[in-house]
C-alpha cells in the first residue's frame, strides 16, 4: 500500500519519500478471521481473479497474502464513500476496524534503490477482432483470466469449466502475439518473451483440470521456446497431441447460441478457414507496469520508447542513475529464472555500491535458549491445513483433523487454512507453549518448499528445529486424487498416522557448522569469468582466477557487438585491464583444475599453471567455463570456402569489411545443430545474431540480397525491433521444415541455395556469394571439472542448476554456482547478469566466518564392518573408510564428511548390516512408520 513519490540525493546517500495509504484495519488486532468481509454488503469485480468473480470492499487479495490482514478498500467502501454502514468495524470481534486511519509519509535514508514494479498484462478489449467481450463472446478468454479458471484458488476451484455456462470445454485453442509483435494497434513492437511457452504449458496442464477428451490447438507466428529445456516441453507437446497451426486468426466471433467461439483465418495454401472452439485463449502480452512512467520520472532514470526501464548490454541491470538498479519484466519482458537471476544480479550491484558501509547495520536474528526434551513423553501436536482449496478441495481436512486427535501421544489438533502464513506461524508457537508440545506434525504440501518455515517457528519456541516432521498431503495426495476424495481422505488419515508414529521418535538434533574460507576461485576467463572476479573482489574478498588459454575474454573476442550496437571489444579490453590489475585478482592463464576436495565453505584443489602445480584453498567457486561453435559437417561447411559459420563470417567482416560491397547475394540457414535429435535444444542466440548480421550486410551494401532460411525467427524481448528493422530493409525470410532443410551446391564454379517457400508454395533456386550457417552453441566435451565436483550435467551436456526457478545460477553442490555458455547459451547481457547473480549468491557464503549446515547427515553405528558398500554409492563422496585400533589389532570403518553429506540415505538403504543411519531417518523411525502404514483405521 506504499509507493515512491520523490527520491533525493545519490548513491550511497539517498533520501526516498514513499507514501503510505490508509488500511483501515490494524494490522497488530486483525486475525485474518474474515467476518468483516463476510459481513461487508458491498461487492467488487476481483482483480486477482481477473474480474471472473468478485469480492467485498473489506477482503484480502488472495489466501496466501503476506501480511494476511484485512484491508478496506477506500474506492468501494460504502461508509468511507457515503457515511454510512460499518458493519465491518460492528462484527470484527478484535477491534481491528479503524476508519480513522490516515495517509502517511514516510523518510528512508538508503544507499541504493532496486525498481522491480513488475508488468502490466496487455488488455485486448480495445481490439474488435480478438473478440474479448465478456458480454457477447464470454467463452474468449485472456491467459490471465484462463490461468485463473485452472487455478484452485480460482473462481471454479481448478475445475475447469467455460463461462458461458459452466461446462466443461472439450475444444479449446489459443492465439499468440496478442498485444506482442504489434505496432499496428497497440505499439507494442516488442515480443513478450513468456507467450509461447505459457501457453504450451496451459494446454499440458488443461488435462489435469478436465475429465473428457481434448482437443487443443495453439494458432502462432514463430513458436518461441528459447530457455533452457523449453524446445523439448515443445516437442513433448506435439507428441502429446497439442496442434500447432502457424496461422494468425483474424475474426473472433461468438458461437452458435453464444457459446464458444468461431474463428475465421487463413491457411498457408491460402484457403479461408473457419473453426469452432468451446474456449478461446489469447496469449496476451507483457507491458511495462502502469506506473513506469511517473516511477521512472521520481527515480530519475530513463525509460525506452516502450517505457522499459533503459539498461545496457555490459550494465544489464544498472539504471541510467548512479545507484538505481533494475530487475525483472521492469527492464524487458523475461520469464521466471531470468527474472529470478537479475534480481540476485541486482542485488549484487547493490552491494557493490554499499561495500564500505557492509555490516554496519545488520543484525543476527536470536532465539530463546532450547528446551531440553530429555525424559520427556511426546505430546505431539498435529496441525492440518486446507490450503484454500487445494487440500480442502479433495480432502475431508475436518474428518483428518477428528482422526488425528484419536492418535497416541497427540495433545493438541488443529486445522489451519493456510499453515504457512505469518499469522498461522504465530498461532502455532502459542499453541505449543499454550499445550506444552515437544513435537509437531503439519499435514500440508512439501517439505521442500515449507518445511524450513515450520522449523524457523520451532526455534522461535525454543524447540529443536528436528522435532517436526510433515506430511505432504497436498502434492502426494489432493493434487493427485482429485477424482477420489473419499480414497484421498483416507490416504491423507494414514499420512499423517505415519507422520505421528515418526514424531514420536524424533530427537533433538545438534548443529552443525563449518568455518567459511572467505576467498573464492573462478574457473574460466570469458566476459561471465571476469564479471564474477571483479565482483567479488570488489567485495573485498581475495580471487582466484584460472583460464586454460593464454588470454582472458574467452568467445568475446570473436563478437565484434551487441545486438544494441555496442562495440564488444573495447567493453572487453576494460575488463581484463580490470581484472588484471585488480589488488584481490590473481589470474593463472595456461591453467587447469587437477583435483578438487572438500565442501561448502572449505575446498581445496590443485591447479597446472603452466606446468607449475599449486594449492589453493577457498569457500566458494563460480563455473564459467563457457562453450565452443558448433562446426558443421553440413551445408558445404569445410568443402567451400564461401560457406562459413557465424563466427567465421564474423571474422571476414571484420578483417574484410568490403566483401560485401559487392556482393549480390547472401543466405542464411538458422539452426545448423540445433533443434535436431542430437542436439534437441535451441541455441538461443543464432537468430539475433543472423538479424544483425543481416542489417551489417545492407549497412555495408543496401542493395544485397539477404535471404534468412529458418524454422522459426526467435528474436525475443526487444530484439523483436531488429527483425523488423531488417524486414524493412528488405531481408527476405523464408521458412522451412526440418524433412524439408536447404539444399547448399555448386553447379561449375556458382554457389546456390535452394528450398520450399510456404508462401510462394514453390521451390526457389538463389545463387549467392555466401552462405552463413547459424551453428549451434555446443559444451565442451571435456568432463572432467564435472567429475571432480560431482556436479550435475544434463542430457545436452551443460551444467545443470539446483532449481531452474528457485535457484537458476546454483550448482547441485554447495558452495558452487554457474554463469554463462557453460550453463547454457545466452547472449552477453545474460551471461553477464548470470555472472553478477553468482557474485551475489557467492557472497552469501564468503559474507560469513561460519556457516551452519543441515543436520540431516549420516552418521556410523557400532554395527559397521567397513564393508565399504555405503562408500561405493555415495554420489556426494561423503563417505570414506578409515583405520583405527582396537585390542591390538587395526579395523576400518566408515566416516562421514558431514559438509558434503546431503542425507540422501542412498547409504542406508544399501548397507546390510545397519551400521551407518541417516539423523531423522534412523531404522527405528522408518519402521515406526512402516507398522503405521501397515495399520486399518
Not at 478484535?94 to 513488475?118: H, M, R, S, W, Y
Not at 543436520?855 to 556410523?860: A, H, V
Request: with cysteine; hydrophobic share 35%.
Amino acid at each position: 500500500m506504499s509507493e515512491v513519490v520523490g527520491v533525493s540525493g545519490d548513491a550511497g546517500n539517498f533520501t526516498v519519500k514513499v507514501r503510505q495509504k490508509p488500511r483501515y484495519v490494524e494490522m497488530d488486532k486483525c486475525i485474518a478471521c474474515g467476518l468483516c468481509a463476510e459481513k461487508c454488503p458491498k461487492k467488487v469485480s476481483n482483480e486477482y481473479n481477473a474480474g471472473l468473480d468478485t469480492r467485498k470492499a473489506a477482503y484480502i487479495e488472495y489466501g496466501q497474502a503476506v501480511p494476511l490482514k484485512y484491508v478496506i478498500d477506500a474506492e468501494n467502501c460504502i461508509y468511507l464513500k457515503s457515511g454510512k454502514c460499518r458493519a465491518c468495524e460492528k462484527f470484527c470481534p478484535t477491534g481491528a476496524i479503524n476508519f480513522e486511519d490516515k495517509e502517511k509519509t514516510i523518510d528512508l535514508n538508503v544507499g541504493a534503490v532496486i525498481a522491480a514494479p513488475g508488468f502490466k498484462p496487455y488488455d485486448p478489449t480495445s481490439v474488435d477482432f480478438f473478440g474479448h467481450d465478456r458480454k457477447n463472446v464470454p467463452d474468449c478468454v485472456t491467459s490471465l483470466e484462463y490461468e485463473r479458471l485452472l487455478s484452485a484458488s480460482g473462481p471454479c476451484m481448478g475445475h475447469l469449466v467455460r463461462p458461458s455456462d459452466h461446462k466443461e470445454p472439450q475444444k479449446i485453442a489459443w492465439l499468440q502475439c496478442v498485444g506482442s509483435r504489434n505496432t499496428n494497434k497497440c505499439d507494442n513492437g516488442f515480443c513478450s518473451s513468456v507467450c509461447c511457452m505459457y501457453a504450451i504449458k496451459q494446454a499440458m496442464v488443461t488435462a489435469d483440470h478436465t475429465a473428457g477428451e481434448l482437443d487443443q490447438t495453439i494458432y502462432y507466428m514463430d513458436i518461441r521456446s528459447h530457455g533452457k529445456e523449453f524446445e523439448k516441453y515443445y516437442e513433448d507437446a506435439k507428441k502429446k497431441g497439442i496442434k500447432f497451426v502457424r496461422a494468425r486468426p483474424h475474426t473472433v466471433m461468438p458461437g452458435e447460441g453464444g457459446k464458444g467461439v468461431r474463428i475465421r483465418y487463413a491457411s498457408e495454401d491460402g484457403r479461408e478457414i473457419y473453426e469452432d472452439y468451446d474456449l478461446f485463449v489469447l496469449s496476451i502480452g507483457l507491458e511495462a507496469p502502469t506506473s513506469a512512467e511517473a516511477l521512472s520520472k521520481t527515480l530519475g532514470i530513463k525509460t525506452d520508447k516502450y517505457n522499459f526501464a533503459l539498461t545496457g548490454s555490459f550494465a544489464p541491470v544498472s539504471a541510467s542513475r548512479p545507484g538505481i538498479f533494475v530487475s525483472g519484466a521492469f527492464q524487458g519482458p523475461k520469464d521466471i529464472p531470468q527474472s529470478v537471476t537479475e534480481a540476485s544480479s541486482a542485488a549484487a550491484m547493490a552491494a557493490a555500491t554499499l561495500v564500505e558501509a557492509k555490516g554496519t547495520l545488520t543484525k543476527a536474528k536470536t532465539y530463546p535458549p532450547e528446551m531440553s526434551v530429555a525424559g520427556q513423553a511426546p505430546r505431539i501436536g498435529v496441525f492440518v491445513c486446507s490450503c484454500g482449496i487445494n487440500i480442502a478441495g479433495t480432502v475431508d481436512v475436518k474428518k483428518v483433523m477428528e482422526y488425528a486427535k484419536s492418535l497416541p501421544n497427540v495433545a493438541f489438533v488443529e486445522n489451519n487454512l493456510f499453515t504457512c502464513s505469518a499469522d498461522t506461524q504465530d498461532l502455532i508457537s502459542a499453541k505449543i507453549k499454550e499445550h506444552k508440545l515437544n513435537r509437531v506434525v503439519v499435514a500440508a504440501c512439501t517439505p521442500r518448499t515449507h518445511e524450513p518455515l515450520f522449523q524457523d517457528t520451532m526455534a522461535s519456541t525454543g524447540l529443536n528445529k528436528y522435532l517436526f516432521e510433515m506430511a505432504n498431503i497436498r502434492n502426494q495426495n489432493s493434487w493427485v486424487h482429485q477424482n477420489e476424495p473419499e480414497k484421498a481422505t483416507q490416504k491423507a488419515m494414514d499420512q499423517v498416522r505415519m507422520a505421528v508414529a515418526k514424531a514420536q521418535y524424533l530427537e533433538p538434533l545438534d548443529k552443525i557448522s563449518v568455518n567459511v574460507i572467505q576467498k573464492a576461485l573462478v574457473i574460466g576467463g570469458g566476459i561471465s569469468g571476469m564479471t564474477s572476479a571483479l565482483g567479488l573482489a570488489n567485495q573485498g574478498y581475495p580471487v582466484t582466477l584460472i583460464e586454460k588459454g593464454d588470454q582472458l575474454g574467452g568467445n568475446a573476442w570473436a563478437l565484434s557487438h551487441t545486438w544494441k550496437g555496442e562495440e564488444i571489444k573495447p567493453f572487453v579490453e576494460g575488463l581484463i585491464k580490470q581484472v588484471e590489475g585488480h589488488k584481490n585478482i590473481k589470474v593463472y592463464k595456461k591453467a587447469q583444475l587437477k583435483s578438487a576436495t572438500g565442501s561448502v565453505g572449505s575446498f581445496t584443489s590443485k591447479i597446472d599453471a603452466g606446468g607449475q602445480e599449486l594449492a589453493l584453498n577457498y569457500g566458494v567457486a563460480v563455473v564459467a567455463t563457457g562453450a565452443k561453435e558448433y562446426k558443421p559437417k553440413e551445408y558445404l561447411y569445410g568443402q567451400d570456402k564461401r560457406v562459413l559459420t557465424h563466427l567465421d563470417f564474423e571474422a571476414l567482416l571484420k578483417s574484410n569489411p568490403g566483401a560485401m560491397k559487392n556482393a549480390k547475394n547472401v543466405a542464411f540457414i538458422q539452426c545448423v545443430g540445433s533443434r535436431d535429435d542430437e542436439r534437441p535444444y535451441c541455441s538461443r542466440v543464432c537468430c539475433s545474431h543472423s538479424v544483425e548480421a543481416a542489417l551489417s550486410i545492407k549497412k555495408i551494401n543496401p542493395n544485397a540480397g539477404v535471404f534468412v532460411f529458418n524454422r522459426d525467427i526467435r528474436t525475443y524481448g526487444h530484439r523483436e525491433d531488429i527483425y523488423r528493422e531488417s524486414r524493412e530493409k528488405g531481408v527476405m525470410y523464408v521458412r522451412y521444415e526440418p524433412e524439408a532443410k536447404p539444399k547448399v551446391y555448386t553447379e561449375g564454379s556458382a554457389l546456390f541455395i535452394e528450398g520450399y517457400d510456404p508462401i510462394l508454395q514453390d521451390s526457389v533456386k538463389i545463387p549467392v556469394d555466401y552462405v552463413v550457417l547459424a551453428s549451434a552453441i555446443v559444451p565442451h566435451k571435456d568432463d572432467s571439472l564435472s567429475k571432480l565436483y560431482k556436479c550435475s550435467v544434463g542430457a545436452d551436456g551443460f551444467l545443470t542448476e539446483a532449481h531452474p526457478k528457485l535457484k537458476p545460477v546454483d550448482l547441485s553442490v554447495d558452495g558452487l554456482f554457474v554463469a554463462g555458455l557453460c550453463h547454457y547459451p545466452k547472449p552477453v547481457d545474460e551471461a553477464i547478469g548470470q555472472a553478477q547473480a553468482a557474485v551475489s549468491r557467492a557472497s552469501t557464503i564468503l559474507s560469513q566466518a561460519t556457516m551452519t549446515l543441515d543436520s540431516i547427515k549420516s552418521y556410523r553405528t557400532d554395527n559397521c564392518d567397513g564393508c565399504a558398500l555405503c562408500v561405493d554409492v555415495c554420489p556426494y563422496l561423503a563417505i570414506s573408510l578409515e583405520d583405527y585400533q582396537k585390542d591390538g589389532y587395526t579395523y576400518r570403518r566408515i566416516k562421514t564428511e558431514q559438509a558434503l553429506c546431503k542425507g540422501c540415505g542412498l547409504c542406508e538403504a544399501t548397507c546390510p548390516k545397519q551400521g551407518v543411519y541417516v539423523h531423522g531417518f534412523t531404522m527405528d523411525q522408518i519402521k515406526a512408520q512402516v507398522d503405521a502404514m501397515l495399520e486399518s483405521v
